[in-house]
C-alpha cells in the first residue's frame, strides 16, 4: 500500500522504523494546529494575490532595468504591492538592501538627526544592531553621529515593563524600535496585538514618537503584521519570510510614506531617493517569492512545532513548547551536551537538497566568545527561511533552527536530527 512505500522510502533515507512511528502519531496529534495554520496561509496568499491584482501586475514587471534604474516599473510596481500587502502608505523593496540589518539600518539612519534618542522598550536588540547603534563601539555607528540609545528592559516574565517605558521617554526620543522575533535571545516573541497594545501605550506618551518593528522571521505567521497595529515602520529581509525562499537578495522598508522616503533618501542619496536603483532583472523572483511566501512559511511553522512535539518527547527543553502560540518561525532545542548539538546540526545538514554531503564542524566565528556550528544547505547563501540550524557551544546547548521550503522538508530535517542524535545513542 501507498503508506508502506512512504515508510519504505524513509527507512531507504536513513529513518528508523521507531521514529516514523512515532512521528506518525505526533502527526495525528497536530492535526487541528495545522489546519489552523493552513488557514492563515490561505489568508495572506489571498491578500497578497490581491495587491498583486489590484496592482495590475504584469509581465512587463519582469523587465530588467541597468544603470540609474530610471523608470522602473516593475520596482515601482512591486513597492506598490508590498504597500498594499502591508496596508501601508508606501514601501522600499530593494536588491540593494542587501540585508536585514542593512535595511533596519537604512531606515534608522535615515529617520534619524544628530541630537535624536532611539528607544528599545524591548530590551536588547539583535546581535548586529549593537554595531549600527554603538551599544558596541563600531565605526560609522549611530552614536558617532551623536544620536543616542536607550532601551528598558522586558520584567522578567517577558512582559512590557511600562512604568519604566514611560519614565524613559523624554523630549529627545525620536524612534522607538520593537523587535517581534525573539531572534537568538532568551525571551518571548511578542504578537502583533501585544505590539499594537505596547505602540498605543507609547503614542499617548508621545504621539509623533516613531514606532518601528524589526518584523524579521514574523512575516506571514499571523493575519496582520505591525503596521495593521499602529507601526510607522516595517523592516525585513528578503532571503526571510517575505522573500519566500525565491527571493536571491533584498530587503524592504514599509510605513508611513514620509519615513519610507527619508530612509530612501539614506538608502541612495538624498533628492535621488526612490527614483533610482536599478533591479538588474531579478523582479520576478521578488514578486514570485512574495506570492509562494504564505506557503513556505506555513510549512515552516509546522515544521517548529512538530520539531517541539517531538523533541519534547524525549525530553529536551524547547521554546516555544509544543503546545504555546507561534509568533515566529524560530524554535529553540536545548540538547544539554556538545555532542548533541553537533549530532542534530549534522541531520540536519544531511536533509538538505544542496551540500547534503558536508559534515558542519564548530568553529571560532568573529563576534562570538566561543565555537558556533551551523548548518545550512540552502539555495540561496545564508537564506534563513530554507531548512537551517545553528548553535554556539557552550551551557545550555541550545540550538536555533527555522526555515523549510516545504514541510515535508522541514519534516525529513527534523527526523534526520533525530535519528542522527539516535545513531549517537543521545537520545534518553
Ligand atoms: C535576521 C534578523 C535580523 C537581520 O539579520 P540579517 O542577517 O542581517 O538579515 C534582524 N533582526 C532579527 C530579529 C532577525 O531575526
Known amino acids: 500500500m501507498f503508506t508502506e512505500d512512504l515508510d519504505r522510502f524513509y527507512s531507504d533515507m536513513g529513518i528508523d522504523s521507531k521514529l516514523i512511528n512515532l512521528s506518525k502519531k505526533i502527526e495525528a496529534d497536530l492535526k487541528e494546529r495545522f489546519n489552523h495554520i493552513d488557514q492563515i496561509a490561505e489568508f495572506n496568499q489571498l491578500k497578497i494575490l490581491k495587491a498583486m491584482q489590484d496592482n495590475r501586475v504584469s509581465d512587463v514587471h519582469f523587465a530588467a532595468t541597468t544603470g540609474y534604474g530610471y523608470n522602473d516599473i516593475g520596482r515601482d510596481t512591486l513597492e506598490r504591492v508590498y504597500a498594499d500587502v502591508f496596508h501601508a502608505e508606501d514601501a522600499l523593496v530593494r536588491p540593494q538592501l542587501i540585508s536585514g540589518t542593512h535595511a533596519l539600518t537604512v531606515a534608522l539612519a535615515g529617520n534619524l538627526r544628530p541630537g535624536d534618542e532611539l528607544f528599545s522598550p524591548v530590551g536588547k536588540p539583535y546581535d548586529t544592531l549593537e554595531g549600527v547603534i554603538g551599544i558596541k563601539k563600531t565605526k560609522g555607528s549611530l552614536s558617532e553621529y551623536d544620536i543616542t540609545y536607550k532601551q528598558v528592559d522586558l520584567k522578567p516574565d517577558g512582559s512590557f515593563d511600562y512604568d519604566k517605558i514611560k519614565e524613559a521617554i523624554g523630549p529627545k526620543t525620536k524612534l522607538a524600535t520593537i523587535q517581534r522575533s525573539k531572534g537568538y535571545a532568551d525571551r518571548p516573541t511578542f504578537s502583533v496585538g501585544q505590539i499594537g497594545n505596547l505602540i498605543s501605550f507609547m503614542k499617548d506618551i508621545k504621539p509623533d514618537l516613531i514606532c518601528m518593528v524589526d518584523n524579521c522571521y514574523g512575516e506571514f505567521v499571523e493575519t496582520i503584521e505591525p503596521s495593521d497595529v499602529g507601526a510607522d515602520l516595517c523592516v525585513g529581509s528578503l532571503i526571510k519570510n517575505p522573500g519566500g525562499g525565491i527571493a536571491p537578495i533584498g530587503g524592504y522598508i514599509a510605513g508611513k510614506a514620509e519615513y519610507v522616503e527619508n530612509a530612501a533618501y539614506r538608502l541612495t542619496a538624498p533628492g535621488l531617493g526612490k527614483e533610482v536603483g536599478a533591479t538588474l532583472g ?147
Open 282 to 428: 531579478i523582479n520576478s523572483s521578488l514578486y514570485q517569492g512574495l506570492f509562494m511566501s504564505p506557503q513556505v512559511v506555513s510549512g515552516a511553522l509546522k515544521g517548529a512545532i512538530y520539531a517541539a512535539r517531538l523533541y519534547e518527547h524525549f525530553g529536551f527543553g524547547v521554546r516555544p513548547d509544543g503546545s504555546e502560540d507561534r509568533h515566529d518561525i524560530i524554535q529553540a532545542v536545548t540538547l544539554k551536551s556538545p555532542e548533541a548539538v553537533i549530532a542534530f546540526c549534522e541531520g540536519i545538514q544531511a536533509a538538505a537538497p544542496v551540500d547534503s554531503f558536508v559534515t558542519p564542524v564548530p568553529w571560532p566565528m568573529p563576534g562570538y566568545n566561543c565555537d558556533v556550528i551551523m548548518a545550512a544547505g540552502a539555495f540561496v547563501q545564508g537564506s534563513s527561511i530554507e531548512l537551517s540550524a545553528d548553535a554556539p557551544i557552550k551551557p545550555p546547548y541550545t540550538v536555533f533552527f527555522q526555515g523549510g521550503l516545504t514541510w515535508y522538508h522541514a519534516k525529513y530535517g527534523i527526523l534526520k536530527s533525530l535519528q542522527s542524535l539516535y545513531n549517537k545513542e543521545l537520545l534518553i
